[in-house]
């Protein structure tokens, strides 16, 4: 018995980091199924062999896809493909995203294209292709991973925050939209956490970030994941357009 018991989740961006953190916590709270997605094959079917070593009772029911996320009929040809296993999809996880740490002069040619292309129109192929099945059942929760900088900006990648701040709109904007189907479309704004995307950041710069956050401390993947397993789960249900901070309060 689990929160998540007799759910069908597809997450993109689940082979390392907050995306992994959620996948795991999922099958903790007894996920029926569940998809993980990462950008290449080697990295996904990896993810997938960590998770089935963990969690053995429920191997035949996790998968892997590696769809490009910038090409919207690979997004759509693999949600389905997972989709039909099981007539539904109960939640889709819009996790997978790039950062960079440049300031606006030496931000390299087509880079802030880049995080807009796979952090923005990523999310909306998904977020779109999500709802387009979920209106047959007319239920659904899709839950997109956001940033803090989405919200307040950011001092060194304002291609990062723009997409950020784009995720926050389109969250809001189909929140609006397919509530009428009863598809609830939520966000999560993580501050600053310790994966993969954060590793590169030198100690004197954590340092300064840490003194910004109440909690005086940089989040936990699994922390990130619990706010998103919430919006997957029927904990919400009455939660739409909305825009959860789990930033220990960064100011
Ligand atoms: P990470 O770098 O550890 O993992 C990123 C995941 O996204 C990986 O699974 C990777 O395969 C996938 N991905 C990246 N580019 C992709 C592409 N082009 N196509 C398909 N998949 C792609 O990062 P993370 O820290 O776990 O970040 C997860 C999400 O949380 C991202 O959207 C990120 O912007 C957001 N976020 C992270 C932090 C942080 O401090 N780590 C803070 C705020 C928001």
């Given at each position: ?77 693999d ?109 999560v ?25 109440a ?37």
């Open positions: 018995m689990g929160i998540m018991d007799g759910k069908v989740v597809f997450i993109t961006g689940a082979t390392r980091g907050i995306g992994f953190a959620t996948a795991t916590r999922m099958l903790e709270e007894n996920v029926e199924a569940i998809a993980i997605c990462g950008s290449c094959e080697e990295t996904a079917t990896a993810a997938l062999a960590k998770l089935k070593e963990a969690f053995p009772e429920k191997a035949e029911h996790i998968y892997a896809y590696w769809p490009s996320l910038l090409v919207e009929a690979e997004v759509a040809r949600m389905k493909d997972f989709h039909d296993k099981y007539g539904r999809l109960d939640a889709v996880c819009s996790n997978a995203g790039i950062t960079h740490n440049v300031t606006i002069k030496n931000i390299p040619e087509g880079e802030f294209k880049r995080q807009i292309d796979v952090n923005l129109i990523g999310t909306y192929y998904v977020d779109r292709q999500a709802g387009l099945l979920m209106r047959a059942k007319r239920k659904g929760s899709i839950v997109n991973t956001a940033s803090m900088t989405g919200l307040y900006g950011s001092g060194m990648g304002c291609g990062y925050g723009a997409s950020k701040g784009g995720v926050i709109a389109l969250t809001k904007s189909l929140g609006r939209e397919l509530g009428f189907f009863n598809i609830r479309v939520n966000c704004a993580p501050g600053s956490v310790k994966t993969d995307m954060t590793a590169g950041l030198n100690p004197a710069a954590l340092q300064a970030v840490n003194q910004g956050i909690l005086k401390r940089m989040g936990e993947p699994y922390e990130i994941a619990n706010a998103i397993m919430f919006f997957a789960s029927d904990l919400s249900t009455y939660c739409t357009a909305t825009c959860l901070s789990v930033d220990g309060f960064a100011t």
